[in-house]
Nanobody, 123 residues
């Protein structure tokens, strides 16, 4: 079974930084892993994604402030989202998502697997 577990959320002042982590297990073959976020009353939006080959994409709204990276250890894929220069608009629930055997997309309903989410609050 595929499992995604996020961590690293919290509260931070504007201008600060946070690093989110997602530990993924059970993923085989080619995959896309992504970070999405959803603020109250808003649609879920893609923030960053990374394909097996290493290709990464960052949403325009966070470009220059957020970076996505990955490492692999102990049969798990560890996905990270480094968030710098945080703004109040970045306040949202952040989700890790995975899509197996397909390339990356910004469409959240194309992802098969989701973590439980981690809250980021910027004040």
């Amino acid at each position: 079974d595929v499992q995604l577990v996020e961590s690293g959320g919290g509260s931070v002042e504007a201008g600060g930084s946070l690093r989110l982590s997602c530990a993924a297990s059970g993923i085989r073959g080619n995959y896309c892993m992504a970070w999405f976020r959803q603020a109250p009353g808003k649609e879920r939006e893609g923030v960053a994604n990374k394909y097996t080959s290493g290709t990464t994409k960052i949403a325009d709204s966070v470009k220059g402030r957020f970076t996505i990276s990955e490492d692999n250890a102990n049969a798990k894929i560890n996905l990270y989202l480094q968030m710098n220069s945080l703004k109040s608009d970045d306040t949202a629930m952040y989700f890790c998502a995975a899509r197996v055997d397909w390339g990356c997309t910004w469409s959240f309903d194309s992802y098969n697997y989701w973590g439980q989410g981690t809250q980021v609050t910027v004040s």
